[in-house]
């Protein structure tokens, strides 16, 4: 198994003479370090600050509760993986919105943005929208951390189907998974695939995309897909594209 992944909001360079690459963790990542996963001297931790800036470090030693001392030589930067995935997802009802964003990071999607969709019966407005976008937010970094990311996906704020069309509008590929018996939708393994760029996928609420969001889709250059034949969960489905996608972009080899 790789290192255990640790967050930092920037990397500050040890530049005083005698520090000797020494860098400090402290704060909930320190604590968590310390009092919870007890690392002793000698163990590897990879640092990172969620954006792509990372460092391989080694443990030298521990202060208090909540400070981790590593050696830190050098902060490496990951390249941005190709094509990029943006999973625009519909808001499930209760805790599936966590549930979604914690696989789909898991997975590797790199973006997705929390759509408000007209047969979604979640609704995001004032506090209560603030507090579900927040939640949307710390469970992607925790998720990144788990699986050992070091680029976290970004989750954009809550978007309109206008603004959702206009995200469309603007990639390289653009799918909805959508299936009903009035129209034909190709299956999403056969799609021919860009292998750089941006590939949006629209994942529809529980009662479905309706007939003028589709329309407006489609006008904006999507195209109606399918990954098999059952159905699954709007929860789910988003996991189960961007796995398929990752594997046919050649980012799963």
Not at 158 to 163: D, E, F, I, L, Y
Not at 206 to 233: H, I, M, S
Request: some cysteine.
């Amino acid at each position: 198994m790789t290192a255990p992944v640790f967050v930092v909001e920037h990397f500050v360079q040890q530049t005083e003479p005698g520090t000797g690459g020494r860098y400090v963790l402290d704060g909930p990542e320190g604590r968590h370090a310390v009092s919870v996963k007890r690392l002793q001297p000698g163990e590897d931790v990879i640092l990172t600050d969620g954006a792509g800036h990372w460092a391989d470090c080694v443990v030298l030693g521990t202060e208090g509760k909540d400070r981790l001392i590593v050696q830190l030589d050098s902060v490496n930067e990951a390249p941005r993986a190709q094509p990029r995935i943006t999973v625009v997802q519909a808001l499930p009802k209760g805790d599936r919105g966590e549930l979604a964003v914690e696989t789909m990071t898991e997975v590797g999607v790199d973006a997705v943005v929390p759509w408000q969709a007209a047969r979604c019966i979640t609704q995001w407005r004032g506090d209560r929208g603030l507090k579900a976008l927040a939640k949307w937010r710390a469970t992607a970094r925790e998720a990144g951390k788990q699986s050992r990311r070091l680029r976290f996906p970004e989750v954009a704020d809550a978007a309109t189907t206008k603004q959702v069309a206009a995200l469309l509008a603007k990639a390289d590929f653009a799918a909805v998974l959508h299936s009903d018996f009035e129209r034909g939708s190709a299956p999403l393994a056969t799609a021919e695939l860009p292998d750089e760029g941006e590939i949006v996928l629209v994942v529809g609420p529980e009662g479905g995309v309706a007939k003028d969001e589709l329309a407006l889709f489609e006008e904006a250059g999507a195209r109606a897909y399918v990954l098999g034949p059952t159905v699954l969960r709007t929860s789910t489905a988003g996991t189960a594209a961007t796995a398929l996608l990752l594997g046919r972009t050649g980012r799963w080899s």
